[in-house]
């Protein structure tokens, strides 16, 4: 069995450890499950850390999980316990699989984000499908889920999680983006906040553009369309825009408040299309914008100084959507940044594995500045497999090994 941590010396200076973990993301897209199984290497007192990708795989959905998925939120209260349970079922086989077929030895821990069903934390509630007593039945290692409620509980959107990871895997970079079903930002060391819906609206309009296209490829529906200032201009007048951060959406707003100005009735898909990727590239263009001012306002760049913004998620392969966002961002003085495909597709599930690896070494891994809750937490749910496995172990014996140092250097 492997080591939990790796270096020499540990003890007498808590050098650098390293970690094996596989992260799970479900975004609202429904493209299917992300897997990443990555290795973190970090030095613990510093709390610098840097990952790399072993192998990552998306498992698509097919029809039949898509439409429970769609209408889960529709279900009364023993059918939506059944489903968090058969899903719960899902993950652990599909991340057993992935495990067996990719033969994979070295792994100390799970992490899963679930699928979000509801979202609703200014109500006090958040659910992500998928039962973490389940789904650790299939494992060896703990599984970690459930990274929103404790955040909610604080007074916290509990959303976007993402920046939480990125100001350790990607700390040198001011202002990352991730394009997913929403669209969110991390902005160094002050924020991050869900700026609008991304390819949760155009794969439902290339969807009913053509029911064999889950998305719009490259953009191409899209970049045959014009924008149509009358919906661009409802969709910039939405009131969601003007509240300040922190804030999170969710699919339920979607639907309500951004689909009906779609109306496909009296206007050209191609057209909606257009106009959406319009109105997407104008909301990232301005959130960088207020990023600058806020890094300026808290002196936290030299002036003058040109911003890289990293892009990633889904919508980064649209490379229409991507032409326009650098057009707008070269002419606000900012760069795009560009980094591997692998990285762009797998950064959700790679963060997950991180925040979840936090998790179980009692780091905080969900912050206030992202959130707006009341204080930093150590969130997620831990589950232990089903039957006693060295790899529970060696967690707490790293922790323990790692008290009884601080112990000593107090002494």
């Not at 991050?192 to 889950?214: M, R, T």
């Not at 509240?243 to 909606?272: H, T």
């Not at 560009?338 to 594995?353: G, N, W, Y």
């Not at 790899?391 to 250097?409: A, M």
Request: charged share 25%; net charge negative; aromatic share 10%.
């Amino acid at each position: 069995m492997m080591s939990l941590f790796r270096s020499h010396n540990f003890r007498s200076g808590w050098k650098m450890v390293s970690f094996y973990t596989v992260g799970c993301m479900s975004g609202s897209s429904l493209d299917g499950i992300d897997l990443c199984y990555a290795e973190f290497t970090g030095a613990i007192v510093t709390d610098k850390w840097q990952y790399r990708i072993l192998k990552a795989i998306t498992v698509s959905y097919d029809s039949d999980w898509k439409s429970k998925l769609r209408s889960a939120k529709e279900l009364m209260g023993e059918d939506l316990i059944k489903l968090h349970l058969e899903y719960g079922h899902f993950i652990g086989k599909t991340v057993k699989d992935f495990v067996e077929q990719e033969g994979i030895k070295n792994l100390d821990c799970v992490a899963s984000h679930g699928h979000t069903i509801f979202h609703q934390p200014n109500l006090g509630y958040t659910f992500q499908l998928g039962d973490g007593e389940t789904s650790a039945y299939y494992l060896k290692q703990p599984f970690v889920c459930n990274f929103r409620n404790k955040d909610v509980a604080l007074g916290g959107q509990g959303a976007p999680l993402v920046p939480n990871g990125e100001k350790f895997l990607f700390n040198d970079n001011e202002i990352c983006i991730n394009l997913g079903g929403i669209a969110n930002i991390g902005v160094k060391d002050l924020q991050g906040y869900d700026i609008c819906p991304c390819n949760y609206v155009s794969n439902k309009l290339a969807a009913i553009h053509d029911p064999k296209l889950e998305y719009d490829p490259n953009g191409e529906i899209s970049e045959t369309g014009i924008v149509i200032k009358e919906i661009l201009d409802k969709l910039d007048a939405l009131h969601f825009y003007e509240q300040p951060p922190p804030k999170s959406l969710d699919g339920e707003w979607i639907e309500a408040e951004v689909l009906p100005i779609l109306d496909i009735s009296q206007n050209s898909i191609p057209d909606l299309l257009m106009s959406y990727t319009e109105h997407v590239t104008n909301r990232l263009t301005e959130a960088c914008k207020l990023a600058r001012d806020s890094l300026h306002a808290e002196n936290k760049l030299i002036p003058e100084t040109v911003l890289k913004v990293l892009v990633t998620g889904g919508g980064a392969f649209n490379k229409h959507l991507i032409r326009l966002l650098e057009g707008k961002l070269q002419d606000q003085g900012f760069i795009l940044e560009q980094v591997d495909e692998v990285t762009i597709a797998f950064k959700e599930a790679l963060i997950f594995a991180f925040l979840g690896l936090r998790c179980l070494l009692n780091q905080t891994n969900v912050f206030h500045s992202v959130t707006g809750s009341k204080a930093d937490s150590v969130s997620g749910s831990i589950h232990r497999p089903a039957h006693y496995v060295n790899s529970d172990s060696r967690i707490i014996r790293y922790l323990l090994e790692k008290n009884k140092d601080r112990q000593t250097s107090c002494t």
